[in-house]
């Protein structure tokens, strides 16, 4: 999994360019760099102390993207983040604003709500704005932020993986960032 930070242009036109073996983005005039997901969701939630919700959907997140994208890169805000309870104010607040700014020149943000999340919320607006796809993962049908902010919304990690099976989320993913014609007609730099 790869997690470089994300920095630069933000809205520049793109068009996804899948070639069955990976997924890029076409930026006109630049090089072809991988699709950037962010793994976006509950961390500490409604909880009134200092403790966080478990964390293990991420990991099966990040391996249903690397099954179903190769070749994407994935950024989980937890991963180099793991002590982030512990932070002082000021790395907090840094952390904080950096991983929302990042929001804003992904490609695809999956948010996994199986209850409100603020700073979920954040993500996904920054996401939204900046012209990312949106996948929530959240049984808040009726939360508009989750209704009005996602392309696709799963009830559950059951639901979600049975769209990705079916090959759903690379369709809305196709569909929300550029015309289908172009998605095969480009060879990645050094793919044979």
């Keep these: 999994m790869l ?3 994300l920095s630069g242009g933000g809205n ?16 006109p005039g630049y090089q072809f760099f991988p699709m950037r997901f962010f793994i976006a969701g509950i961390m500490q939630g409604s909880h009134a102390v200092n403790h966080m919700h478990d964390q293990d959907y991420r990991r099966r997140i990040a391996q249903l993207l690397e099954e ?4 994407v890169e994935i950024y989980d805000p937890l991963a180099k983040h793991k002590n982030s309870l512990d932070y002082d104010k000021l790395t907090g607040r840094e952390v904080f604003f950096r ?7 992904v490609d695809v943000l999956i948010a996994f709500l199986p209850e409100a999340s603020m700073g979920t919320a954040i993500e996904m607006w920054e996401a939204h704005q900046h012209g990312a796809v949106i996948f929530s993962i959240s049984p808040m049908k009726h939360n508009w932020a989750v ?8 009830c559950n990690e059951a639901e979600f993986i049975a769209a990705l099976g079916r090959g759903e ?3 809305k ?5 550029g015309t289908e014609k172009k998605f095969s007609q480009h060879q ?3 793919e044979v």
Excluded: Q, T
């Excluded at 991983?99 to 020149?105: I, P, V, Y």
């Excluded at 993913?173 to 960032?177: E, F, N």
């Design 12 to 27: 520049a036109p793109h068009l996804p360019i899948i070639d069955n073996r990976r997924w890029f983005i076409n930026i």
């Design 3 to 5: 997690d470089r930070e």
């Design 173 to 177: 993913i196709k569909a929300a960032l």
């Design 188 to 190: 990645p730099p050094g």
């Design 169 to 171: 989320v690379a369709s």
């Design 99 to 105: 991983h929302n700014l990042m929001c804003r020149e």
């Design 147 to 154: 209704k009005f902010l996602s392309h696709g919304l799963y």
């Design 68 to 71: 179903h994208f190769p070749g």
